[in-house]
């Protein structure tokens, strides 16, 4: 089993800027394909960005593609993701995913979940 554990969310203005964590424990981190989701009540939970660790490739969504950039330091266990020029329709959940292979949009095909950082950007 691969547990993750999210942090650095909160409150902040538009135009702002905030770094999501997520550490990994439990198995070997670097076989992983790391993914960051998010989800607001009452919606369907969306894909935001991944980082294929063997490939070194990296893949967004198309609505924060040029704000946000995805990452991972090995040694530490950890995937991160850097949110830029915040907009109030960035405010969700920021979930932290992991599976074993391709990069995949689909939530479903994610084999583990964080628990959730709330983000929320004001106008």
């Known amino acids: 089993q691969l547990q993750l554990v999210e942090s650095g969310g909160g409150l902040v203005q538009a135009g702002d800027s905030l770094r999501l964590s997520c550490r990994a424990s439990?198995?070997?981190?670097?076989?992983?394909?790391m993914g960051w989701f998010r989800q607001n009540p009452g919606k369907e939970r969306e894909f935001v960005a991944a980082?294929?660790?063997?490939?070194?490739?990296?893949y967004y969504a198309d609505s924060v593609k040029g704000r946000f950039t995805v990452s991972t330091e090995v040694p530490k266990n950890t995937t991160f993701l850097q949110m830029n020029s915040l907009k109030p329709e960035d405010t969700a959940i920021y979930y932290c995913?992991?599976?074993?292979?391709?990069?995949?949009?689909?939530?479903?095909?994610?084999?583990?979940w964080g628990q959730g950082t709330q983000v929320t950007v004001s106008s």
């Open positions: 439990g198995r070997t981190f670097s076989s992983y394909v």
């Open positions: 995913a992991a599976r074993e292979g391709l990069v995949v949009q689909a939530t479903d095909r994610w084999d583990y």
């Open positions: 980082f294929g660790q063997l490939t070194e490739r990296t």
